[in-house]
């Protein structure tokens, strides 16, 4: 991590933080994405003091450094648990209609109508339909919810495959996306998973956590890094799935004074580095 800050590459670092998160830890600590939230905008505040070529100079800012330390070191010691996949989509066997048909278990027509707007393709209903009931506290089926936003989401791809243009939802504009990416098809499933946290029995403790992710999958998007955005969909999926036994009492850090002792040899660290490059000069 030290490398990539001394090289300058601050958006690749905190991605892979935000992105091994998601991927590795998730449910084991959920408080790590409030925390990482919290040490972003901190950061943030000292990124915008460089411009983007003179951003290496960031690396000789002693709070900087400590920042993102204490968050590598922090990731590092909290528990983890391995992210359940998005299942693999088969247009020629899951798009048809008798697969679809023996897919649903939505015992009404309905539970979609709040979700969907004026301009939203109508033949994604269905399928739409289904993810809001799997998030819902009756169902609460995170196999059946992955599956269907991986459903939606291939759809989507092989429309753009077949007909050469997106597929184009009913503009969902929010603050932190540019309003030219708001027609996307993802803030459509984010519809579903925030709409799901917030009328959930459980709503008081889902909603931090569910708007953490929500900042963090948006954070300078657009339509290449859809994919590697993915976990953090999945993530909040599986919260709002598993609320009733989510471990919100874990703190992170979980160790402090380790880390402390950590971020305390940062300066040898440094010179490591300077002494490895020294090597290549």
Not at 133 to 158: F, G, H, M, N, V
Request: aromatic fraction near 10%; glycine fraction near 2%; hydrophobic fraction near 40%.
């Amino acid at each position: 991590m030290l490398e990539l800050l001394c090289s300058g590459l601050v958006h690749s670092l905190w991605q892979t933080l935000f992105e091994c998160s998601a991927k590795h830890i998730n449910r084991a600590a959920p408080n790590v994405f409030l925390y990482l939230v919290q040490k972003y905008e901190r950061f943030a505040t000292y990124e915008g003091q460089y411009s983007v070529m003179a951003m290496t100079g960031i690396r000789n800012n002693h709070e900087v450094r400590n920042i993102v330390c204490e968050a590598a070191a922090t990731i590092a010691f909290c528990r983890k648990n391995k992210l359940p996949p998005l299942p693999k989509i088969k247009p020629d066997h899951d798009f048809q209609q008798l697969t679809i048909q023996e897919n649903l278990k939505s015992p009404s027509a309905n539970y979609g109508r709040h979700i969907t707007l004026r301009n939203d393709p109508l033949e994604i209903y269905i399928p739409l339909n289904e993810l809001v009931y799997c998030l819902r506290p009756e169902s609460r089926d995170i196999t059946r919810a992955l599956y269907w936003s991986a459903w939606l989401l291939k759809y989507a791809s092989q429309c753009k495959k077949q007909n050469k243009v997106d597929l184009t939802c009913n503009s969902r504009p929010n603050p932190f996306i540019d309003d030219k990416h708001s027609t996307h098809v993802i803030w459509l499933l984010w519809d579903v998973v925030l709409d799901a946290a917030k009328n959930s029995p459980q709503a008081g403790l889902l909603e931090p956590y569910t708007d953490a992710l929500f900042k963090l999958h948006c954070l300078r998007w657009n339509p290449s890094v859809l994919k590697n955005r993915l976990p953090f969909l999945q993530t909040a999926m599986l919260f709002i799935c598993e609320s009733n036994t989510l471990d919100i009492h874990y703190k992170v850090p979980h160790d402090i004074t380790t880390i402390q002792n950590l971020v305390s040899n940062i300066p040898q660290w440094i010179q490591a580095i300077l002494q490895t490059q020294k090597t290549f000069a």
